[in-house]
Every structure is written in C-alpha cells, then in structure tokens.
C-alpha cells in the first residue's frame, strides 16, 4: 500500500451520505408526482439511483448500463468542446475513478433546490442535477482526451457543481453537460482551498485581473490584423 493510499478516504463523505435517505425518499415522491400527472416516469428514481451508485461504487459497468448507444459529453474540462461517442464518456469515469478511488455524489445540501428537475419533452427526459462531488486524489491515470498524466496529491475534493443530462424515455444517457469551478477545484488539491474564501485576496485577484485585460484585448487586434 502506498503513502497516499495509507490517508485513506476523505473524513467528508460522512456528512453527507447522511442526506441521502431523505434525498431518495424525495426522489421517489417526484416520480410518483409525475406518474399521476400521466408522464411516463415509471422507472425514474431507480436510473438516478443506479447512476448516483455507479460513482458510489466506482462500477464502470453500472456506468455502461446507464449510458445509451449514441452519448455525448460537455465538461469544464473539455472547455466546451462536445466530446462525442459513449466510450469517451466511459473512458473519463474510469479516469475520474482511478485517480479519486473514493469519489462520490451527493445534493449538494439537504434542501428542495439540491432536488433533481425533471423535464419532458419530445419523447425525451431531461434532468438538472445540482450535485456536490466528494473524494481524496490518492490514485493516478492518464487523461484520456490529451493523454497527461495525473498523480494524487493526497488531498482531498470537496466542490459543487450542475449536471444537464437529456435521456431517453427508458432512461439511458444521450448527452452530459457538466459544469463546475476548476480553478476552485485546483485550489484545493493544491492545499489553497481556504484562501480562496478569503475576501481580501478575491479582491486582489480582481483587481490584477482588471489590470492585465488591456493587455490582453491590445495583443487580440494585433494578433487578428
């Protein structure tokens, strides 16, 4: 067993594996709720729990059973660009779990907003999902789209983010658009997490901002002459 291995877990999932009962139980109500409105929701609640599961459990075939033929991806990481194809989807969680081997979602706090939204539309679901992700960077991988290399730090992740996923009407994923803070989210597994609450610092940051925009905008016109 390594170093790092030795750290164990993140001590944070506890907090919040504590909302899931009350998180299900609400899930399950929407179902319910959609079903008497004549929607075709029968089945619900058991995909998001499989999905929610897969990354619980760092199952890549839980992850394939969920995700349909044709799937595209959007991720802050991909900086917009639309990855299309399932294997590539597949490929990042097997990243994303070989370097964080505890990784797990949860809502991001125990209110109605962290609740799924749910939309149908055109013979398709569509779903919102405000998640909080929660694990330790003990593990390494190889990036799947450039090919970097990524090795734990030993530090734990504890960030927020929204998930739009489109779906089809037996719940298989067609399309994921997830967005987060990478910058936060860098901050900290570089230990710098708490600083970034720092108001004085936010303010420097803006200001340097402010400060190098010109600069910038001036090499854009001349780069594009």
């Not at 739009?164 to 989210?185: A, Q, S, V």
Request: proline content about 4%; charged content about 25%; overall charge negative.
């Amino acid at each position: 067993m390594s170093r790092l291995e030795k750290l164990g877990p993140s001590p944070e999932h506890a907090q919040h594996q504590a909302l899931m009962p009350e998180f299900w139980k609400k899930v399950r109500q929407q179902e319910k709720n959609d079903i008497e409105r004549g929607l075709p929701a029968q089945g619900r609640t058991e995909f998001a729990y499989t999905w929610f599961d897969a990354w619980a459990e760092q199952d890549i075939k839980k992850i394939d059973y969920c995700i349909a033929e044709e799937c595209s991806y959007i991720d802050s990481t991909t900086f917009q660009e639309n990855r299309l194809g399932r294997q590539f989807t597949i490929d990042n969680c097997q990243a994303a779990f070989d370097v964080f081997p505890d990784f797990a979602f949860y809502p991001q706090d125990g209110t109605n907003r962290s609740l799924p939204y749910w939309d149908y539309f055109d013979d398709q679901w569509r779903v919102t999902i405000p998640w909080r992700g929660i694990g330790r960077m003990i593990g390494e991988t190889i990036e799947p789209n450039t090919g970097a290399k990524l090795k734990g730090t030993g530090r734990c992740l504890n960030f927020i983010g929204i998930d739009r996923y489109t779906l089809t009407e037996d719940f298989k994923i067609t399309h994921i658009d997830t967005d987060w803070d990478m910058l936060y989210g860098a901050a900290q597994l570089a230990g710098l997490g708490s600083l970034m609450h720092s108001q004085r610092l936010q303010r420097i940051g803006l200001r340097a901002a402010s400060l190098v925009a010109p600069v910038f905008r001036l090499a854009t016109l001349l780069t594009t002459r």
